[in-house]
């Protein structure tokens, strides 16, 4: 049985993570035409994604932070070297764990690694989990519960 909120939300991290992808490969002078545009050319209307459109401004706009969290964890990695969508799945996911304490960390990690396996290729998974594993440690709230 599928939950239409859980639909709607798979949904609009599918949507952040296209446009935070677009995003990081070409920073448009206007987000919000850029975001027009963008959502014009989606199946559903532009409502039904607006979570994921919650999801892209809140990650935009701490990007510097969510950023440094994703350089720390991804240890022995250079940052230059994550493949974009990798980079745009973990900044949906850290955004989620680190400012939206109404989702249970568990659950942010594993939607980013079905979109990593939508998205991207085999080795992703490991390194995804292995980077929001480390900052789920790192949170001092419990990963399965949601903070109202």
Known sequence: MSNPQFAGRRDGR???????????LNTPASISDDLGLFFEN???????FAFGEELIHGAIAHVAEIDGHIRELAK???????????????RVAVYEMIFRTDIPPVVSINEAIDLSKQFSNADAKRFINGILDRLKEQLGRDARKAVP
């Open 14 to 24: 599918v949507a952040a993570v296209q446009y935070l992808y677009s995003w990081s």
């Open 42 to 48: 989606q199946e559903q209307p532009r409502e039904h």
């Open 76 to 90: 022995n990695w250079e940052f230059d070297r994550i493949a974009k969508i990798d980079l745009a799945i973990l």
